[in-house]
């Protein structure tokens, strides 16, 4: 059993990769899409192979076995997991869930469905950042405002508008939800992050016309703290970011890079829906009509 399961896995972890490992080669906007599919990809991946050993293990447990065995026959699971595998998967998936219902309890206090001006906020720190939600409510800090000219902070408002625009808190909370369920994809979830921040760079960099004031600013408040799960000016990877502005905008990709990215996403599409197969028999046991 651990074989069947193990395989298709360990697949999709290793081809889920591929795809955002050249996200810098991307212009942001793609770069964003691939890794959050490939995210997802991986989630669908793992999430039925946990349930299914932690079903088994649960099953030939003392104590809590016989209040799982019925979830094991509906599965079809006869064989038992060792404890060395079964009981940090329990563990994994238990500290997950709790992790992914407090990420999405604080996403929905901070999110803003009506449209309403920028908000102008007192704080000593300067600051800039887009609200999830629809309304993509954006929110200045009275010391960013100070911190910057007139020009800057247009390219500010300009940045946290494309956040705004694209709906950037989606791809953020997608990858903020993968880390959190599944903690060793925390490093493809930075890569969503700084993907979007990029993203919003180049389109205020469009906004404004000069590339280089982009950067400057950026730089002015390069050492300051965003909120947490919000799309902000000063977010991950300034110095790289900075670099990028200093450069051309990268170019689309080749059609040939194209083909080799979306084979590589099918490839781990197919393996993640493979490992689906296995909660079937226990959604009919619960949903038999």
Not at 12 to 30: D, F, I, M, N, Y
Not at 124 to 144: C, N, W
Not at 240 to 246: I, T
């Amino acid at each position: 059993m651990l074989g069947s399961l193990a395989f298709p896995l360990l697949v999709t972890v290793s081809v889920a990769p591929v795809a955002p490992s050249a996200h810098r080669r991307l212009p942001p906007r793609l770069a964003t899409r691939f890794v959050t599919i490939a995210l997802v990809l991986v989630i669908l991946a793992a999430l039925p192979t946990a349930l299914v050993v932690a079903v088994a293990f649960l099953a030939h447990a003392p104590v809590v076995g016989f209040g799982f065995e019925w979830c094991a026959q509906a599965m079809g699971l006869h064989g038992s997991v060792p404890a060395w595998l079964g009981a940090p998967v329990v563990v994994l998936i238990a500290v997950g869930a709790v992790r992914a219902f407090r990420l999405l309890r604080q996403h929905r206090a901070l999110r803003v469905e009506h449209t309403r001006p920028i908000h102008v906020a007192h704080s000593h720190k300067p600051y800039a950042v887009t609200l999830p939600g629809r309304a993509g409510q954006i929110v200045i800090s009275t010391a960013m405002v100070e911190l910057l000219d007139e020009d800057e902070q247009r390219i500010v408002v300009a940045h946290e508008r494309a956040h705004a625009h694209y709906r950037h808190d989606r791809y953020l909370l997608t990858a903020e939800f993968a880390a959190a369920v599944l903690p060793p994809l925390r490093a493809l979830a930075k890569r969503v992050n700084y993907s979007i921040e990029r993203w919003a760079d180049e389109a205020a960099a469009a906004a404004c016309g000069d590339r280089r004031l982009v950067a400057i600013t950026l730089g002015k408040v390069a050492l300051q703290t965003n909120p947490p799960t919000v799309a902000g000016f000063s977010g991950l990877g300034v110095a790289s970011r900075m670099g990028a502005l200093l450069e051309p905008p990268v170019p689309n990709p080749h059609r040939i890079h194209v083909v080799a990215l979306w084979l590589s996403i099918v490839v781990t599409a197919g393996f993640s829906v493979y490992q689906l197969h296995h909660l079937e028999r226990l959604l009919t046991a619960l949903c038999p009509h």
